[in-house]
T-cell receptor, first 111, second 117 residues
Framework: KQEVTQIPAALSVPEGENLVLNCSFT??????LQWFRQDPGKGLTSLLL???SQREQTSGRLNASLDKSSGRSTLYIAASQPGDSATYLC??????????WGAGTKLIIKP | KAGVTQTPRYLIKTRGQQVTLSCSPI?????VSWYQQTPGQGLQFLFE???????NKGNFPGRFSGRQFSNSRSEMNVSTLELGDSALYLC????????????????FGSGTQLSVL
């Protein structure tokens, strides 16, 4: 059974710092890994999608990597800003085309 | 282009009642999936519809059901509500590019917050 774990559960850093969020999964048979952000009381916004054959994806200040063999992904946020404060979720699409979700990392960027 | 619209935004029901939630996908999107989000269990996949057919189903009891209409709008229904059904219900739509689900990007609505008293 696929399980997705995100560490840390919460993170608070000063504005301007670079930071890394971690995601691990137990079964390497995935179609993709996706990172989302969720703002309080709102839905999810897709940030990056990495197909299983890819190693990384970049969008602006965000970079996500995927190491399928070790079951790990990292989301790197450069030059963090207060607007980056949100909960970040990772999810893997398993062999049944279902998204299995991590519990999320709550990120607070202090001005 | 309008995003994914979910109605109602908030709902309060009592145990034993039933509820219907609605989701209108982005224009042109034919796939709609539903998720339940709770503080204890996190996000869990409920089911997915494509071209009016349920294509995938998560591990939820039969009290949870859904359907999709010819215009791709979808509804989910929960019968005989229990306290544990209190959750944020999220709907997502996707374009469903032909055959390559590995590149399928999801667009989420703001959700329906259901409280069961």
């Amino acid at each position: 059974k696929q399980e997705v774990t995100q560490i840390p559960a919460a993170l608070s850093v000063p504005e301007g710092e670079n930071l890394v969020l971690n995601c691990s999964f137990t079964d390497s048979a995935i179609y993709n890994l996706q990172w989302f952000r969720q703002d309080p009381g709102k839905g999810l916004t897709s940030l990056l999608l990495i197909q299983s054959s890819q190693r990384e994806q970049t969008s602006g200040r965000l970079n996500a990597s995927l190491d399928k063999s070790s079951g790990r992904s990292t989301l790197y946020i450069a030059a963090s800003q207060p607007g980056d404060s949100a909960t970040y979720l990772c999810a893997v699409m398993d062999s049944n085309y279902q998204l299995i979700w991590g519990a999320g990392t709550k990120l607070i960027i202090k001005p | 282009k309008a995003g994914v619209t979910q109605t109602p935004r908030y709902l309060i029901k009592t145990r034993g009642q039933q509820v219907t939630l609605s989701c209108s996908p982005i224009s042109g999107h034919r796939s709609v999936s539903w998720y339940q989000q709770t503080p204890g269990q996190g996000l869990q996949f409920l089911f997915e519809y494509f071209s009016e057919t349920q294509r995938n189903k998560g591990n939820f009891p039969g009290r949870f059901s859904g359907r999709q209409f010819s215009n791709s709008r979808s509804e989910m229904n929960v019968s005989t509500l229990e306290l544990g059904d209190s959750a944020l219900y999220l709907c997502a739509s996707s374009l469903r590019p032909g055959g390559n689900r590995a590149n399928e990007k999801l667009f989420f609505g703001s959700g329906t917050q259901l409280s069961v008293l």
